[in-house]
């Protein structure tokens, strides 16, 4: 087996969640490095993947070896303010729901964290953040 894609792996947690988002009711999403303008939506969700710190599972070199990369999902909900945060926590179980403690493609998601409210970047919208760590076990 090769060195992980990591686009690939981004794309099954970014297609996971476009899916899921895409059913009724249908929620816009947002991906890293795409343009969107948060003041045509009262609600959306954004996306952010990033890889973070890896690890020697087996001793080897480039071959005959193993890793474990850790990476981390931030999804930020944003819905319209003022009117409590039941619709967004409503959205947030959804997207705790998708990713709680399960494997999809070799991806192991662990148990979610949050929702926790935030103070909200694009003002007028209520903002929480859900934050799941995953793993993937890589075989050189």
Partial sequence: MAAIDLNTVRSTIEARLATELASSPAIPVVFNNMTFDSTAEDTFVQCITSFGAGEYLTMGGTTDSDNNVVGLVL????????LGAGSNFTICKRLRDLYNRVTVSNVIFDSPVGPEILTSSPEGKFQ???RITFNIYEEL
Avoid: A, D, K, R
């Fill in 75 to 82: 999804l930020n909900v944003f819905t319209e303010e003022g």
């Fill in 128 to 130: 929480t953040q859900i």
